[in-house]
């Protein structure tokens, strides 16, 4: 089968992939779309270090093909959209509702697919860049099918975590301002998981002026090229700021640009190694920074609630995929990514 490999060198589209039958508590999904994420360009460029070699993807969605032994929540033939959590759902944080923290769930690749009998490792414990795909039986949760692939596909990653940062972890409010630093696929959610929130002002700022017309479509109630005029919108600062690009400079901007108890949510991902610095004093009026895996999700909740907010016009996914490439076309489609030419691009096989 198709799917696209990085050894470390070269990603390359190949044909020869195989991947092993589901066992006890797992489910084999034949993907029919896949979002290309920053995240998977940065295995590439080594921003995110990553066991080698590896099928990348890890925002996909599909048709549930097999289950094994013990899986009751889907069978084959149902649409579903993957989560990238193979929690355990039995440890202390999963007790607690937040499969985010599971240790199951963080850096314990599997390896379920081989190329000439050398076994490749999962990324993200996804893999969506691949017709076929192993999971966990709580990473796929059961949609509609009327959701169009492309569409579903974004739920898994890019929706989950902007929207699911804004209500889980930030727990915007009614009435609330929100400042929003870079508008790629995942500003964007936040953005309009702002919109759904409640929140009264909404700051979009992105140094690509061709960005305004799409932010200003999710969500934002304005629009800058640079945070040198948040201020004069906010006078008394923030009530959060989201920072979705990983810089470090742009981490200090957002905790600047708090007012009194408010609170920078760090969504984008710079070098492992990367340090930011901020004024201390600054932090006294109840100020805070939070950090946020994964929109701080609860998947077999969140996505079927997203999932309904789409069939009911209140969550925008059509108008995040700007363009759909075929799976042979992903050199075109990273370089599209890299240089921000689309919000989201979306692989289908």
Known sequence: MRGVVFDGKQTEVVDDLEIRDPGPGEVLVAVAAAGLCHSDLSVVDGTIPFPLPVVLGHEGAGVVEAVGAGVVHVVPGDHVALSTLASCGACAQCDRGRPTMCRK??????????????????????????????VKAVQAVKIPADIPPASAALMGCGVVTGVGAVLNRAKVDRGDTVVVIGTGGIGLNVIQGARIAG??????????????????????????????????????GADHAFECVGRTELIRQAIDLLGRRGQAILLGVPAA?????????????????LGCRYGSSRPQRDIALYAELYRTGRLMLDELVTETYLVEDFAKAADDAHHGRVARGVLVF
């Open 273 to 289: 190694t990367a340090e930011a610095s901020f004024l201390v004093s600054s932090m006294y009026l109840d100020k805070s920074i």
């Open 105 to 134: 769930a963080i850096g314990m690749p599997g390896q379920p697919f081989s190329r000439g009998g050398t076994p490749l490792y999962q990324f993200a414990s996804s893999s969506a860049f691949a017709e076929r795909t192993l």
């Open 199 to 236: 929140a009264l002002t909404i700051v979009a700022v992105d140094t690509n002026p061709a960005k305004e017309a799409v932010a200003r479509q999710f969500g934002a109630t304005h629009f800058l090229t640079s945070a040198e005029g948040v201020r004069e919108i906010l006078p008394t």
